[in-house]
C-alpha cells in the first residue's frame, strides 16, 4: 500500500493580480483586505478551492509533493 500527501497551492500573487488587486480580491472572497495580507506565499488551502471554484478554474491548485510512503 502506498500514499502521498499533496500541499494544494495558489500563489497569493497569481490571486491578486486575477482580481486586479488586494481589495477586489478581499470582496470576491468575503473578508478584510488585512486577511489577505496575512497571507504568505500561497493563499490558505481552502481559499484556494474556494478561489478555483469562483474563478471557474483560472486559478488553478497547484499540489506539491508533500509526505509519500510505500508499504
Request: charged share 25%; hydrophobic share 45%; aromatic share 8%.
Amino acid at each position: 500500500m502506498s500514499y502521498q500527501l499533496l500541499e494544494k497551492k495558489v500563489k497569493k500573487q497569481d490571486a491578486i493580480n486575477h482580481f486586479g488587486g488586494v481589495k477586489p480580491l478581499a470582496d470576491a472572497l468575503g473578508v478584510w483586505p488585512a486577511a489577505v495580507y496575512k497571507w504568505g506565499e500561497n493563499v490558505p488551502e481552502l481559499v484556494a478551492y474556494k478561489l478555483h471554484v469562483i474563478t471557474d478554474g483560472a486559478l488553478k491548485i497547484e499540489a506539491q509533493e508533500g509526505i509519500k510512503a510505500n508499504g
